[in-house]
């Protein structure tokens, strides 16, 4: 991730950081979106519905395969858009940590952020190990998820 080490306990200043290496990479759209893996329909229509009050692109991806369409940008007919964020739910067990890899394998400086319980001590300490570039309690991330989006969401150029 650039020269900063983002895997400080300020959520919010670490991201600041982040959302700075990222549009240092002069990317050429004009327009982004983020994915987002959730284990609880509820939850993910609330990533969805916040997206959307924030008119930012956003598309679940449920697995590994719909992860592997979404980051390479294959066309289905729906929105399509570069991918600048990964939010992943850790309540999606071996999978959630699965897709941390693969989206860091895919591109090494694409945020992924990572949400979980907070007694899942082990389970968050493995996304930090297996790439996550923020992983926070799931009250955190509910609590700063329209910075979160916008942040990550918003037009690079």
């Known amino acids: 991730m650039g020269s900063c080490h983002c895997k400080s306990a300020n959520t919010l200043t670490s991201m600041a950081c982040t959302a700075r290496n990222t549009s240092n990479r002069k990317l050429a759209y004009n327009s982004t979106m983020i994915v987002y893996s959730c284990h609880d ?3 993910a229509t609330k990533i969805r519905s916040t997206a959307e009050a924030l008119q930012l692109p956003n598309r679940p991806a449920r697995d590994s395969h719909a ?3 979404r980051l390479n940008q294959v066309d289905d007919g729906k929105s399509n858009e ?3 964020a990964v939010l992943i739910d850790l309540d999606l067990g071996d999978t959630a940590l699965e897709l941390v890899e693969q989206a860091k394998t895919h591109d090494q400086i694409l945020p992924v952020i990572v949400f979980g319980s907070h007694v899942e001590t082990q389970l968050l300490d493995a996304a930090k190990q297996r ?3 923020f992983v926070m309690p799931r009250s955190s991330f ?3 998820l329209p910075d979160i989006l916008q942040r990550f969401g ?4």
């Open 41 to 43: 329909l509820i939850f």
């Open 67 to 69: 992860l592997a369409n």
């Open 82 to 84: 570069p991918v600048t």
């Open 131 to 133: 790439g996550a570039d």
């Open 142 to 144: 509910t609590a700063n």
């Open 154 to 157: 918003s037009t690079q150029v």
